[in-house]
């Protein structure tokens, strides 16, 4: 028997690596003058009341020096701020400026086309399937 699982392991890291690199570069020509990690933090910290960079860190997938090195830049540019958390002085809990939160809001229209440009073509069944799969994938590794 084949082991198809390595031609589409590869196949999934390829794509993946490929939406992120099509819209890093949509993000560069638009001049957002940040990365898509960095807008997924600004993103999730939007989205997220009293988000701590670790829990950024599980929503992300990213090891805590990765997501501190992230929150540091966008800390310098303006966009994001650590405050103290009130249950536990140790924690930081991260907050948009409101710099940050406008760059988030003008952002979002620009961010959604960027993402839906990987999916033109599939139809609901496509979709369905995708779902399925991935989440098929996703609870293997669980």
């Keep these: ?3 198809p699982y390595n031609q589409y392991s590869l196949l999934l890291d390829r794509t993946a ?19 898509v990690d960095q807008w997924l933090v600004m993103k999730l910290t939007d989205e997220n009341e009293a988000l701590s960079q670790r829990e950024l860190a599980a929503l992300m997938y990213k090891d805590m020096p990765t997501v ?3 929150v ?4 310098t540019k303006g966009l994001v701020e650590r ?15 409101e710099e940050g939160r406008e760059k988030v809001t003008s952002s979002r229209k620009q961010v959604r086309s960027i993402r839906l ?14 779902n399925r799969i ?5 609870e293997n590794l669980t």
């Design 1 to 3: 028997m084949k082991e």
């Design 17 to 35: 690596r490929k939406v992120k690199w099509y819209a890093q570069q949509q993000f560069k020509e638009l001049g957002f003058d940040m990365t």
């Design 68 to 70: 501190t090195r992230i």
């Design 72 to 75: 540091d830049i966008l800390c």
């Design 83 to 97: 405050a103290e958390s009130p249950a536990d002085r140790r924690v930081s809990i991260l907050k948009l400026t």
């Design 117 to 130: 440009k990987a999916w033109e073509g599939l139809n609901e069944k496509d979709f369905d399937e995708f």
């Design 134 to 138: 991935l989440n098929k994938i996703y």
